[in-house]
């Protein structure tokens, strides 16, 4: 069994030693990045084995993604910069998963936030959630934080960072540094570039300066210290539980990316509950049969 | 094409003239109970036609259940009673997508907000988001407003109303009046019930009384007016584009029940957007070569 | 002893038999407006006993304005229209106690909340919060529902009414039925004024509407039941321990409007507390040595 | 003129030249204790200038009490421990205008707060905000972590300690290092005391294991950076302005503790929102009228 996070060790194998990823009883995978590959390795008909995609177990998503990242990406700000936020504009690029964590978290630090989108029905409940909803162009006007966590590339780009305020500030909170296009970004900044704290590069775009943090790479892992235990305990929880199953249950799948068994997230989740000191009821026998007896 | 909503025609449709039920192109349903009843009548075999889960569209999950009753259960609580909601400790039975709107809702009137949950993933989800979460006993001795959207039955019976404050308001804002066991409430009542606001009765259990809105019916309906215009437009938005894509495109789905196209809910969105006057981005040419490009 | 709303009693009292005024042990007042005309009475030297300011007190303060009025005007607007606030933008003209009931109440149903302020100090205020602060003129282009809670005149007139978008709601929550300049707003109606639901008139300004709330009138009254009993109570103890205090210790204070003595208001929370079960701690003998023994 | 943090300068000045000080056109003076001093100064006869009061004006409250060091007291809590805060019990004792400022972020970062106070007016606007409110005994079991705000001391003593859950971390953030009783601490430390990050220790209780942040100390200075420089620069502002008062209108006050003009304050605010970028109304003369007419 392996467990991976970004499907190297999956995908090294496969590459050198077919026979025996063969022989693997299977892996489990950590990232959206992982199923990527693993998900294209299969539809090559290359995958020997079946993957538990941790990364999209429901306890997994909550915890990394929506509470892990927010609290981490604004902690990541404030290392950097020691801004107030309160009485900001803080834009978000990006309401996925973990977008809804960091706007969720910058609204309770007392910012105002504007999230953008190309999705229409992410963008629709973003604005159904209280936040405003503007496309990038009017929002690089508005904003004083700029926090990219699309996926995508090229996010924040020339025409954005000449539209921003004196002052504003750029972080990525996505996988790879591509979300802000940092080659036009010093191609605008005519006047030089200076840091200005550790982790604080100030482009000088001849009069407004634009400062980025930790050179676009993600802020919660550059500045500040990645998710917090509580976060990672789950994520291993899940990996060790998914493990056990394809040891306990072997062969019982086949070659694929498959989801992890919604059993194994219950028991995760109750675990957690019970070690933040939560208790929960359970069904009475009368209730299970109602809920059971439609038909 | 059927537009059903509890699938009473389609049921009554292939109980009577199952030969008519084949030549349809198909329906919509709205409701969790028809999309059961048709699961159900499917597996039995004899399911003649596609039917679109309207109800399992992502737009619709939002608006109705969470952005949609959240809004009016308050409401009907608040029109039934007139109680200020703020410094009172507001009890939610189930933290489904239901429920979730009422607890937020309930916390942004003031209220300090207790979740009670069966499903571990669903509690913890509800203890991540701030709320306390307690099994339904311990809640009993501490709720001022009880309101149950379960989806189940005796949520709160004769053991929980023993515990309950005097003054205590009891809604429900699932789909029956099943959720508060009424024959125990009754049974408790040695001091007898009187109406004492047109929509409220008070059970005299000995001293304590507790308050019983709307006779146990759904309290958003029952208590105030329902989806607000700008909830069942988007439900009849889906219903009206998931009709047309059976028409346009004929038996291109067997008979089952089928999700909505993610593409007509993008559709939904996308108008729902425009009237609200909100605009968005869409992919540049080379943002979609990068998201497509992995492999 | 006199308890007075608006200082009608009083006024006439003074007015007409000022030997029986100078007679009273004095009285309390309840109103802002009341307060007003009870100063002036008293700067012009006519005022011939004390009175103390119930409207003024801590407790009174927090929960008539703030809770009170915060939650009864969104209740009376949803009563008035049935309109989903979520993701609606909510503009709340004044921003003093009660608007920022109503900002808050707002924004906890879902609403993006836009608050304008004449204040600068109020508007920072609101800005910090997470608000956003707009001059009216721009608010008025962006508001789908608009309240004005300033206690001024001519808060909306031509010049907003002009720029509005088409199916804004207008509602007063101010003391007076002026804010709103409805003159202004029949003048402009061209295509004529409908009622479209019991409480809300229809102004057809050529193609855009308006919908006018119950008259200008202040909406939580007209439109909803006013203050639930919990924010009474806690308005006629201060009322009833003011006057105790003006019987037990007679003739103390001279004539003029005089705060309710600080310890009233601590009694008064101490019974809100009790009555809602909350129990809250004492000091220690050596903690209240600490603080009293700087020097 | 002296600007003074703590009235060190004052006092010092007093004691050893009051001639010097009889020649002061004023000072004035940044924190709650310094006003202490300075106000028993004058009740001894000895103050022989006027102070203004810059502590007690409304912009430098709202930002450096409530924003300030609310963010700040929560960064520095995370730069100490990397702790989730979503889904903790967070306690804060003492809901004066910090506390308020603390338990908002804190609620604002997910956690669930507790709310613990001697004065039963600002419990109960505590509890009417949605906070649970308890006495600190039963806070003390519920807590996973506790900052104290309150001024006093001895705040979180021997009897907390002893009812606390494994794990929980101790903070303060109230001006002096005594608002935890250290000393009993180290009493109940039988197992030892080891530092597990930087600025956590350690408490050893025989099993349960207490973490103490930054040995008691203001947390947000001593684990974070202090007040953002967007808090500072009120603060520096209405010095400025009200030492420039004390010189252009000289010998207008006499000795004692004056308020900050409130017209001072408004001018402060009214710069601030200019940086912030945000515009607001004026009153027309026609709403001058209205408000100034009364009588």
């Known amino acids: 069994v392996t467990l991976d996070d970004g499907a190297d060790l999956a995908s090294v194998l496969h590459a050198t ?24 390795l299969h539809e090559e008909g290359r995958l020997r084995c079946p993957i538990l995609a941790v990364n999209e177990a429901r306890t997994e998503r909550v915890f ?39 706007a969720q978290r910058a609204r309770g630090a007392g910012a105002s936030v504007v999230v953008c989108e190309i999705d229409p029905v992410a963008a629709l409940e973003a604005r159904m959630e209280g936040f405003e909803v ?39 909170a996505g996988h790879f540094d591509v979300e802000l296009d940092l080659d036009a970004l010093r191609g605008l900044a005519t006047g030089g570039v200076r840091r200005v704290r550790p982790l604080v590069e100030q482009y000088d775009l001849g009069g407004r300066r634009l400062n980025l943090l930790a050179g676009g790479r993600v802020v919660n892992l550059a500045a500040a210290e990645g998710h917090p235990a509580a976060v990672m305990d789950v994520s291993f929880a899940v990996h060790a539980l998914a493990a056990e199953e394809l040891v306990v249950h072997p062969r019982e799948l086949g070659p694929g990316v498959h989801p992890v068994p919604a059993r194994l997230d219950r028991e995760v989740a109750r675990l957690k509950l019970a070690s933040l000191g939560v208790e929960i009821d359970e069904l009475t026998a009368e209730q299970e049969r109602y809920l059971t007896s439609w038909g």
Chains 1, 2, 3, 4 share one sequence.
């Open 17 to 40: 030693r077919p026979e025996a990823a063969e022989r693997m009883l299977g892996g489990t995978e950590e990232t959206t990045t992982g199923l990527l590959r693993l998900r294209a």
């Open 64 to 102: 990394n993604d929506r509470f892990g990242t927010g609290q981490s990406t604004l902690d990541g700000i404030l290392r950097a910069t020691n801004l107030l936020l309160a009485g900001r504009t803080f834009v978000v690029l990006g309401y996925g998963n973990t977008g809804r964590g960091v």
């Open 134 to 172: 503007l496309p990038a162009l009017r929002a690089a006007e508005r904003g004083d934080v700029f926090v990219t966590v699309t996926g995508g590339r090229g996010v924040l780009r020339r025409e954005h960072f000449e539209r921003m305020k004196d002052g504003a500030v750029l972080a990525n």
